[in-house]
């Protein structure tokens, strides 16, 4: 088309119309005069514009994916990262409140025996034929061997090697320990070993050993083992916790009794423990030893009795992030 003055004003004349059209058709709403020519237009163009926009609407999808691709990486890439942020936090409060409920029974303990302690935690675990774990507390913290190593459950074992930062504890179920022990509510003593790696698969919660000095002194499943104590305090302490007696083996010729033992604390998952730096004052005796558990009643005569709960009490918390709390007893424990 020549661009000439006629083809201007067809074309001013055109756009005039247009808006005219536009005009009254929106102030007329639903009972314009042209509304039947709307109707006509989108009889005519409606395919037309599904058609167009059927073939147009694909591509445009697809650049704009293309260009905001990058976008929605990085937008993708920030949730990620927030949600990382969002399960640390939740993994961190649970470590605390973990790690509250750990401490406060440590220090109960500690009070109750009369012990002054050292906070650690477990490192990692000895890979030979030892039953040793490290400890995340040395000889820079004042620790030296022969120290009595313990949980809020119980007897964990003794420090054997110390250095600078850390040290390596000999576990009492190891088959070279061998810890003076007493009887509960009695004054017969003996000696409690340890069976070692195969003394869990040989006896499941039972890997540590009891012989009484007495072979003749009575002794009776359910009854509880504390630590006697070592000459100089080294390497035990009097009045911690060991285990509960499970079964007793009489020998052949009837001259000796072995009794297996449970532990009160769970060797196969230790955390948090705790080193004795100083000893009592005084031999706790039996005062440290959890409460013992109520018998369950039975509902009938007839009815076989329940199984009490286990003696140990609750197992040890996995808390962390312990190292170098130290605590000391109140004096008027």
Do not use: C, W
């Not at 005519?44 to 058609?51: L, N, S, Y």
């Not at 109960?108 to 935690?121: E, R, V």
Request: proline share 8%.
């Amino acid at each position: 088309m020549k661009d000439t003055r006629r083809t201007r004003v067809v074309l001013a004349a055109l756009l005039v119309v247009a808006l005219a059209m536009i005009t009254i058709d929106h102030r007329g709403g639903d009972d314009s005069p042209l509304r039947g020519l709307r109707g006509i237009g989108a009889t005519v163009f409606g395919p037309v514009e599904r058609a167009s926009a059927s073939v147009v609407r694909p591509v445009s999808e697809t650049f704009d994916s293309i260009t905001d691709a990058p976008g929605q990486r990085r937008r993708a890439d920030r949730l990620e990262r927030q949600n990382q942020k969002l399960r640390e936090k939740l993994r961190a409060s649970g470590l605390d409140r973990d790690r509250s409920a750990q401490l406060q029974r440590l220090l109960g303990t500690a009070g109750t025996g009369g012990y002054k302690i050292l906070a650690a935690q477990v490192i990692s675990a000895g890979q030979g034929f030892e039953d040793t774990v490290t400890i995340d507390v040395g000889s820079g913290d004042g620790i030296e061997p022969d120290m009595t190593v313990m949980s809020a459950a119980g007897l964990v074992g003794r420090v054997t090697r110390v250095g600078p930062a850390t040290a390596t504890v000999l576990l009492a179920t190891d088959q070279t320990s061998s810890v003076g022990s007493r009887l509960e509510d009695s004054k017969e003593i003996g000696i409690v070993e340890g069976l070692g790696r195969r003394g869990f698969r040989g006896h499941g919660e039972t890997p540590l050993r009891f012989q009484l000095l007495d072979a003749a002194a009575p002794i009776r499943v359910g009854q509880r083992i504390v630590t006697l104590g070592s000459q100089g305090q080294r390497p035990y302490v009097p009045g911690v916790p060991i285990g509960v007696v499970e079964r007793i083996e009489r020998s052949t010729g009837g001259l000796t009794r072995t009794a297996y033992v449970r532990p009160f604390v769970r060797f196969t998952s230790l955390d948090v423990v705790a080193v004795v730096v100083a000893p009592p004052r005084k031999n706790p005796r039996d005062a440290v030893l959890p409460p013992k558990p109520k018998p369950t009643p039975t509902a009938t005569p007839s009815a076989s009795p329940s199984a009490s709960p286990s003696p140990g009490g609750d197992p040890d918390e996995r808390p962390s992030g312990t190292r170098g709390l130290s605590t000391e007893p109140n004096p008027g424990d």
